[in-house]
């Protein structure tokens, strides 16, 4: 006993000691402060004319001293470089020293926090050449939020992870107690393989200098600076965002559901910087995919083989991988985790327990609340699958229930999003996005499926014009087949449901090659509203990792089944996953310094009124326009609040009924008020002009304030009320049941 409490305290003193070391390793640099950020900006005579140039910003900073630090190459003198403040007054500036490459400036912030911008004053007479790579802004001694933060989680982590092992090594039964699922063994070491295989799936998001360039990931990190900047504004839940379109808004959230990526959002706000919680949230995502495919599997098959082996399968999937890095579909990447659900609560209505339904409910809830062209695809195979069932449901009517308890509660927990959107559609239809939910748009013939040879592709490098060329399922996913065809001795339960979703998913990979007949009218309308006909992919790849999982636990379970799940990863990773891994490290990893947030980086537009380009909002900037450009506008004073604009205006008296313009996105819900000279409160109606800009007049008086600001519209606030409503009957009557399964024992 007195040997084992001297290897207990032996093990907690080296565990704390590498804490306390780790500690000071990550908290060393705790008061230091770097802004750093490539430019690689030229200058010369030819392109650039005497001016000032502001080229950052604008960069909030603390009072105390600094050091401004640059990288440049410069033929000439008399250029020079210039801070200025928030109200773009030049508090420093200095000349570039002649022919030195690395200068470097102190400066001090005196007094309160300072919005900064950096500048080049460049001279084309007497500096022939200049190129400013590198900007670095640093400080020793300054303590702010993001370095508190940052520090912080960190160190968290550490010290959870010192507990963690000290408990797990020496005080098991107190950690048990503590955690009592992880009393199985089993549960750890499963626990153990998802971080595993997320750690080994996520190794490009783990370099904190670089990121791997999507090709919507500006798109979506925009979502999350929109959620962010809009929660902050006092919007909840948020549907048209600031931040996009010079603060125009954008109602992107009438149509991409945004519940998750709440998330991020909120990390931004507590100080974390836009990639970092992008990667973060992506790690997650991959992590509950993974997990998501693992207990799918654990609980059709009942084998802990077949449950690990389905994650392998998805974790290393291509189509997943490729969502991650090459396309940065955030929507289809959250869909992913809730694809196994809907397979497995289907399995446990028709084959399993039937009490067991709500997996199917929250896996269309999850889908709905991350990606609606997701959502119409699990629609449409799960209507395939009920066409296929049709007798069973016939005959047993309760099937039939609980199918339309699952609508009913999706669409009352959902009422939230529909109601607004169904809103939106209806009386706003200057948008894009009614051209394609009509399915009026043209099919991009060259780019919605993959050709049939790519059924047998290993790799294929990523082309952004050529996407749908360089999708394919991978080789780890053409095992499943091959195992299916080598067990034919056995078809026990889960075997036949392998069967059943190997069978299955052969004519969902079809429907992902340009061999299926997209372009006739029966199926035009459908694949035209989900874009790419390949994003069926993602389904059939968790359709073939659940049937992959069940074939290789029947085959290696009675033949060490640990090496074999050794190879079996071995192969799906290097066959499929490390050159996708590699690609985005090599080929796609971008140095976290260029990167730069552009407002009107709107992907397809699809949310944005027909007649507007997405360049008019940076170039009009707060202008008020006039449908009568004719008559003249006296602005006297104006003023951009939220999601709301006002203005003072003067027009001459013989005006009469003048229609102004407001540098706002017109969206059902806007209202505007007019307060005459007289102080008359004048409620006016808001419409939209020709370019999809707020639009009201000004009922005549030549002289007035109007406002215009963004409200709650009665269907949004319904909406809202049948969400909070259908959540609290669910809660009810969770804990109705489970007080039922107290008394009778079961629990």
């Known amino acids: 006993m007195r040997k084992r409490k001297i290897i207990n305290s032996s093990i907690i003193l080296v565990i704390l000691l590498l804490l306390a070391g780790s500690l000071y390793l990550v908290n060393r640099d705790l008061f230091q402060f770097t802004y750093d950020t490539l430019l690689r900006r030229e200058f010369t005579p030819e392109t650039d004319v005497k001016r000032d140039y502001l080229l950052l910003g604008p960069i909030t900073l603390k009072p105390g001293p600094y050091t401004l630090s640059l990288e440049l190459s410069s033929e000439g003198y008399g250029s020079g470089i210039m801070l200025v403040d928030g109200d773009e007054k030049n508090f420093y500036s200095s000349d570039l020293p002649y022919e030195e490459t690395d200068p470097s400036f102190d400066f001090e912030i005196s007094e309160s926090s300072k919005q900064i911008r950096f500048g080049i004053r460049y001279d084309p007479e007497t500096t022939s050449y200049l190129r400013l790579e590198r900007v670095r802004i640093t400080a020793d001694h300054i303590l702010y939020k993001e370095s508190i933060l940052r520090h912080g989680t960190l160190s968290l982590l550490l010290v959870l992870t010192a507990l963690w092992a000290i408990l797990r090594i020496s005080y098991p039964n107190l950690l048990w107690k503590l955690f009592p699922a992880f009393r199985q063994r089993n549960n750890e070491i499963a626990l153990l393989m998802l971080i595993g295989l997320t ?237 394609v939910l009509e399915g009026s748009v043209s099919l991009n013939t060259t780019n919605y499926a993959f050709p049939v040879q790519n059924l047998l592709s290993r790799f294929k490098t990523w082309n952004f014009a050529w996407q749908a060329d360089c999708i394919y399922p991978g080789w780890s996913l053409l095992l499943v087949p091959v195992l299916g065809l080598v067990l034919r001795w056995k078809r026990d339960k889960s075997v036949r449901a392998a069967d059943f979703l ?45 049937s992959g999982g069940i074939y290789f636990a029947e085959l290696f379970k009675d033949r060490k089944p640990l090496l074999w799940m050794g190879l079996l990863t071995l192969f799906c990773f290097f066959s499929t996953a490390f050159p996708v891994l590699r690609e985005s490290v090599q080929n796609r990893s971008v140095d976290k310094r260029l990167f730069v947030m552009q407002d009107n980086r709107v992907s397809g537009g699809e949310y944005m009124p027909l007649g507007l380009d997405n360049t008019f909002p940076g170039k009009n900037a707060d202008t008020i326009l006039i449908t009568e450009s004719d008559t003249a506008l006296d602005v006297i004073m104006h003023k951009r ?19 102004f313009s407001v540098p706002l996105i017109y969206y059902t819900g806007f209202q505007g008020t007019l307060t005459t000279e007289n102080d008359m409160f004048i409620k006016m109606p808001v419409t939209w002009d020709s370019r999809g800009l707020v639009s009201l007049s000004n009922e005549g008086y030549s002289r007035g304030r109007i406002t215009v600001q963004y409200q709650k519209t009665a269907v949004q606030r319904i909406g809202e009320t049948l969400s909070l409503l259908s959540i609290c009957f669910l809660m009810f009557t969770g804990l109705k049941n489970r007080k039922g399964k107290m008394r009778s024992g079961k629990v």
């Open 199 to 435: 750690a080994a799936a996520c190794y490009p998001l783990f370099d904190p200098s670089t990121y791997v360039r999507g090709e919507d990931m500006f798109f979506h990190i925009t979502r999350i600076r929109g959620l962010a900047d809009s929660l902050q504004a006092g919007y909840f839940p948020v549907r048209d965002q600031l931040y996009w379109l010079n603060n125009y808004g954008y109602g992107v959230g009438f149509y991409y559901p945004d519940t998750f990526l709440y998330l991020p959002a909120l990390m931004v706000l507590l100080g974390f910087d836009l990639l970092t919680s992008y990667k973060v949230f992506l790690i997650l995502c991959s992590f509950f995919s993974i997990a998501s495919a693992w207990y799918a599997g654990l609980r059709i098959s009942r084998n802990r083989i077949a449950a690990a082996a389905a994650a392998v399968f998805f974790a290393f999937a291509s189509y997943r991988l490729s969502n991650v890095y090459y396309r940065g579909a955030v929507g289809e990447t959250q869909a992913a985790i809730f694809y196994p659900m809907i397979i497995l609560g289907l399995y446990e209505i028709f084959y399993g327990e039937r009490k067991n339904w709500p997996f199917f409910a929250f896996g269309f809830l999850g889908i709905f609340s991350c990606h609606i062209i997701s959502l119409g695809i699990a629609v449409l195979l799960t209507f395939l699958f009920l066409l296929m069932q049709i007798r069973k449901i016939f005959r047993q009517p309760g099937i039939l229930f609980i199918l339309f308890k699952s609508v009913l509660l999706v669409a009352g927990i959902g009422a939230f999003f529909w109601m607004p959107m169904l809103e939106q559609s209806l009386t706003n239809p200057g948008l894009k996005i009614n051209n």
């Open 641 to 659: 609040q939220r999601l709301g604009f006002t203005f003072e205006y003067e027009l001459p008296s013989e005006s009469g009924t003048i229609h």
């Open 502 to 546: 190997l069978l299955f998913s052969i004519p969902v990979v079809w429907m992902c090659t340009r061999a299926f007949p997209w372009h006739w009218k029966v199926f035009l309308p459908f694949v035209v509203r989900i874009q790419f006909a390949y994003r069926l992919l993602l389904p059939a790849s968790v359709m073939l990792s659940l």
